[in-house]
């Protein structure tokens, strides 16, 4: 029995569309840059929210409404949503996915009963990815969300919750394998922590590192070539996360010997926790060669947490497309809708608006992106900005031609600093307006 019966495959039907559930500006095909918009963007689902998410907050009981899904715990149950979830993929046309493994199996009394519960959804994942063709972005274990990680998983005072989540990432990698997985992702939901007074924090970070390192012997032990990757995010739920925003996971990376295997998973919600632009940290992350994936979704500056909502701004992901182009793109990464419908917006059929706007907004943002770099306008500008290092004082500084003493020398002899140019930032702006307008 079809889950979207009323939803056929979504199609592009240009700019002038008035169709709901047909796409204006994504054209899969479509070569822009010289390759076809499906590659920038690798575009993949998140099973928990499209799957799992209720619409319930701390002031309120789940509104969504899911005629495939009972609420139960079972294995018949999770094997319902799995079959729901590749017709959605199907339907909207997305090539890839990402999972939880708690997402997709409920526990058991039991890691070996809940490894079993896993392996028996595993296969009916793999039968619909035979079926359809999508394919898996990456996959992650769930170290958060159960009462044994109160205090972390890989950094938790208790060892036994360390070896729990060892194990439980052990199995993940294997199923991400088995899968085909084209990545793996850690994010450190309790990684961290909420009181000065009781934490040891060298020894929460050692052992998160020996943790990581361990999974980069088992991948290689298995056979696992996919790209690790971390998730940054500053707070929720720990007051202190380690995993704070890309460069303090480039530094950890960094310190513990773990650089030549990670790269970077980048959040838009949790950029803006960590008081960043979302295209701050993936510039920050690419010019340091960690630039990997990005979890695609927006917060609401007026409140103050992770509220994980579709992307609807231009501005917004053309800023995301110009650094994407700039280093060359994002594979094996994609753009993974880690984003939630609203709790006002509970029928099945919201789950395809919400997605058909956001694969949408990253089309335009592309196109308006390779504009800006084909014309060239705004390039001359930063260049003009930064003339003064092109020649003479400059370009010798850079060339690594001068210290302290001959920089004295030469501001002794001129004397004081000549006027600079305007940063014409009004400038700049209005020219990107011209392209979105």
Not at 401 to 419: I, Q, R
Request: proline share 4%.
């Amino acid at each position: 029995m079809a889950a979207f019966p009323e939803v056929s495959k979504i199609r592009y039907e240009g700019p002038d569309s008035r169709n709901p559930l047909a796409f204006r500006h994504y054209n899969p095909d479509e070569l822009v840059e010289g390759k076809p918009m499906k590659e920038h963007f690798r575009f993949s689902v998140a099973f928990w929210h499209t799957m799992r998410g209720t619409g319930a907050d701390p002031f309120g009981a789940p509104t969504m409404i899911r005629p495939w899904d009972t609420g139960e715990n079972t294995i018949e149950n999770a094997i319902n949503r799995v079959k729901a979830f590749f017709e959605f993929c199907e339907k909207l046309g997305a090539p890839f996915f990402c999972f939880h493994d708690r997402d997709v199996a409920p526990e058991g009394k039991t890691l070996a009963e809940t490894n079993k519960n896993l392996d028996a959804v595993v296969k009916v994942i793999k039968e619909e990815m035979d079926r359809t063709g999508v394919k898996l972005l990456w996959g992650t274990a769930n170290l958060f969300s159960n009462p044994r990680y109160v205090h972390g998983a890989a950094t938790s005072c208790n060892a036994d919750a360390f070896a729990y989540a060892a194990a439980q990432v052990k199995k993940a990698l294997e199923v991400t394998k088995e899968l085909g997985g084209a990545g793996y992702v850690f994010w450190g939901g309790r990684e961290g922590y909420q009181s000065f007074w009781n934490t040891d924090m060298k020894r929460e970070l050692d052992n998160l590192a020996r943790f990581l390192h361990m999974a980069v012997d088992y991948a290689k032990e298995i056979g696992f070539t996919g790209q690790f990757y971390i998730e940054p995010k500053p707070k929720e739920p720990t007051k202190h996360q380690y995993d704070f925003d890309a460069a303090a996971c480039i530094n950890f990376l960094r310190t513990y010997g773990l650089e030549k295997y990670f790269k970077l998973n980048i959040e838009t919600n949790h950029a803006t926790l960590a008081g960043h632009n979302v295209e701050h940290e993936l510039e920050y992350a690419g010019m340091q060669g960690f630039l990997g994936s990005v979890d695609a979704n927006t917060g609401d500056l007026l409140l103050g947490w992770d509220t994980d909502q579709f992307p609807t701004d231009v501005y917004l992901t053309t800023k995301i497309m110009l650094v994407f182009l700039k280093y060359g793109g994002i594979a094996p990464g994609g753009v993974n809708f880690d984003a939630k419908v609203r709790r006002e917006s509970f029928e099945p059929i919201d789950l395809f608006y919400a997605h058909i706007g956001g694969m949408d907004c990253f089309a335009k943002g592309l196109k308006v992106a390779a504009a800006i770099r084909a014309d060239g306008e705004l390039a001359r500008l930063l260049k003009e900005r930064y003339s003064s290092w092109d020649t003479g004082i400059g370009a010798e500084i850079e060339a690594g031609k001068h210290n302290f003493k001959t920089l004295e020398k030469y501001m002794l002899e001129k004397g004081d600093v000549s006027p600079n140019k305007s940063g014409r930032q009004e400038l700049f702006e209005n020219i990107v307006n011209r392209y979105i307008f």
